[in-house]
């Protein structure tokens, strides 16, 4: 059985793992992961979802809501393109989905019925699908 997530603690709270401050030089993409890791799990835009999931940070905190999102909209934008959450989560590796069957089970019922998508989208779909 699954814990309800507690939407009010950060990634760093909920894995008990604190990172150190990005160094000095480190690139906007590290500095800008670092602080949503701090951010409370309820307060992540699809924008900071998309990034930290493309990472492969914190997925069993964020897939689900994540996908609670793409249930209501499975094109949900973030700072790149239209559907750029759902191909975030689509290109987790597959032992992301053998670990979680059910959340796989739910993307599955997401992207079954999607139409009109761009051709690397719709790779991404069957690629899953394949899976």
Known sequence: MTRPLNRDRSLEELEDDRWPA????ATRLVAT??????????????????LLIGQNEGLPHL?????????????????MY??????AVLTRSPE????????????????????????DLKREVERFLAL
Not at 22 to 25: F, N, W
Not at 100 to 118: A, F, K, Q, W, Y
């Open 63 to 79: 897939l689900p809501p994540a996908l609670e999102v793409l249930r209501l909209d499975p094109m949900a934008e973030g700072h």
């Open 33 to 50: 992961a670092h602080a949503l890791r701090r951010k409370p799990i309820g307060e992540l835009t699809v924008e900071d979802m998309r």
């Open 82 to 87: 239209e559907g750029d959450l759902l191909a």
């Open 96 to 119: 992301t989905w053998s670990k979680s069957p059910g959340l796989g089970r739910e993307l599955r019922l997401v992207v079954s019925d999607l139409s009109d998508l761009t051709p």
């Open 22 to 25: 990005p160094s000095g030089d």
